[in-house]
């Protein structure tokens, strides 16, 4: 029989499987490491444009700031503005307000039978003090007063008589309140704007 030593075959296909191993694991490796260099530079330029991306957010929000701060001194000028034309728009109302009343006391005045010695106003309260010549015509001028005012009462009236002349007359004092103050008016008016 003859025989065929096949071991030296079998050590070359050994040293050949390993050969073909090693390599594979060198390519691997080397594999890994391009997916890892392709990896982090990636990630590193994700990072950059983060970085460029904040820096940029940054300079918008110091710009947005300042508007901001600018926006803000604008408002308190805008607030300090309103306050003086409510100021004003108060002082012409009550400026067309003394006017006005000074206009209806004419009015509502008993013509020849009365006389005011003094007519003092503060914001809604009114107070009159005048010269009549009887009770009647403080009735008569107390009651002209209810429809255009509120909380009209007689103060006071006394009889005074002037010497000489042999004549009583009734110094009389009356106090009321407007029905609807301008200066609420004007400042319901403010609001709404």
Known sequence: MIRINLLPFR?????????????IFFLSL??????????????????????TNIAETKTQIAKYN??????????????????????IETLEANRRDSITLL?????????????FTLLRSKEAFIDVTGIALDNRTVADFMTRLQPHFDDVVLKTIK?????????NLKNFNVTFTKKAPLVKQVKKKAKKS
């Open 159 to 167: 009889q005074e008589e002037i010497a000489g002349r042999n004549i």
């Open 103 to 115: 206009d209806a006391m004419t009015k509502l005045l008993v013509v020849d039978r009365m006389w």
């Open 11 to 23: 050590a070359a296909r050994k040293k050949e499987n390993v050969r073909r191993q090693v390599s």
């Open 66 to 87: 300042e508007i901001n701060k600018e926006i803000e001194s604008i408002k308190k000028e805008l607030d300090i503005l309103n306050k003086k034309i409510l100021v």
């Open 30 to 51: 080397i594999l890994v490491a391009m997916a890892v260099v392709l990896f982090n530079f990636r990630l590193s330029r994700k990072i950059t444009n983060l970085n």
